[in-house]
C-alpha cells in the first residue's frame, strides 16, 4: 500500500531558527511529490518536486526530492511568526488524478 | 471566480440528517477534486470529476456519499444519513486539467456531526 509519513509531527522554535521538516514515501509507480503549507483550512501550493536531487527555491523556503532514498525535505530559512502552519507532503502516482497527503508538521515559530 | 468557494463554511447535522456542501470552483478549471480532512490528519481523497464525467470515486467511505457535477462547473458532495464518524472537514479542489496542473483548494466546510 502506498504511504508517506511526515516527521517531525509537530516542532516549535523562535523565529530566526532554520528548520528541516521531513517526508519519506513508499509509493509505487511516484510520479511527483508536492508541498503545501496550510494556516486555516485551505492547503496552499508550495512546490512540486519530479526530478530528484533539484533542489526547488521560493524565497526563504527549499525543498529537494531524493528518488533513490525515497524522501525530500523542506527547509525554512530565518523562520518568522507568518511561517507557523502544517506543511503537508503529498504525492501523485502515474495514472491516478489524486494527491494522497502524509499526516502534516505542525510548526509554530514563537516570538 | 478569483478562487475556490465553498459553501457553507461550517454546518451542525443532528446524526441522521442528510446534509448537502456546495463547491464553485474557478471558472474554467476542468477537474475537480474533494478531500476529507479529519482532526490532524491529512487530506485524503474522495472522488474526481473531470467536467461533468466522473472518474474516480475510489475514496468515497460508503454508499452514503454521494458527488455530482452536473454541468461541469459546481460540484456538490451529499452525505445521507449523516453519522458522527463523519465529522470533518471537506476540502474541494480544482486545477485547469489533473493532477499535472496546480491544485487550488478551498477553505472547506466544516461538518460536525452531533
Known amino acids: 500500500e502506498d504511504k508517506v509519513v511526515q516527521s517531525p509531527l509537530s516542532l516549535v522554535v523562535h523565529e530566526g531558527d532554520t528548520v528541516t521538516l521531513n517526508c519519506s514515501y513508499e509509493?509505487?509507480?511516484?510520479?511527483?511529490l508536492l508541498w503545501y503549507k496550510q494556516e486555516k483550512k485551505a492547503p496552499t501550493f508550495l512546490f512540486m518536486l519530479?526530478?530528484?536531487?533539484i533542489e526547488k527555491k521560493s524565497g526563504r523556503l527549499s525543498s529537494i526530492l531524493d528518488k533513490k532514498e525515497l524522501f525530500s525535505i523542506l527547509n525554512i530559512t530565518a523562520t518568522q511568526t507568518g511561517d507557523s502552519a502544517v506543511y503537508l507532503c503529498?504525492?501523485?502516482?502515474?495514472?491516478?488524478?489524486?494527491?494522497?497527503f502524509g499526516q502534516g508538521t505542525r510548526l509554530t515559530i514563537n516570538p | 471566480g478569483a478562487g475556490v468557494s465553498q459553501s457553507p463554511r461550517y454546518k451542525v447535522a443532528k446524526r441522521g440528517q442528510d446534509v448537502a456542501l456546495r463547491c464553485d470552483p474557478i471558472?474554467?478549471?476542468?477537474?475537480l477534486f474533494w478531500y476529507q480532512q479529519a482532526l490532524g490528519q491529512g487530506p485524503e481523497f474522495l472522488t474526481y470529476?473531470?467536467?461533468?464525467?466522473?472518474?474516480?470515486k475510489s475514496g468515497l467511505p460508503s454508499d452514503r456519499f454521494f458527488a455530482e457535477r452536473p454541468e461541469g462547473s459546481v460540484s456538490t458532495l451529499k452525505i445521507q444519513r449523516t453519522q458522527q464518524e463523519d465529522s470533518a472537514v471537506y476540502l474541494c479542489?480544482?486545477?485547469?486539467?489533473?493532477?499535472?496542473?496546480?491544485?487550488?483548494f478551498g477553505q472547506g466546510t466544516r461538518l460536525t456531526v452531533v
Open positions: 479542489a480544482s486545477s485547469l486539467g489533473g493532477t499535472g496542473y496546480q491544485t487550488f
Open positions: 509509493v509505487t509507480n511516484f510520479r511527483s
Open positions: 519530479t526530478s530528484s536531487g
Open positions: 503529498a504525492f501523485i502516482i502515474q495514472g491516478a488524478q489524486k494527491l494522497v
Open positions: 471558472s474554467g478549471h476542468v477537474s
Open positions: 470529476f473531470q467536467n461533468e464525467a466522473q472518474l474516480d
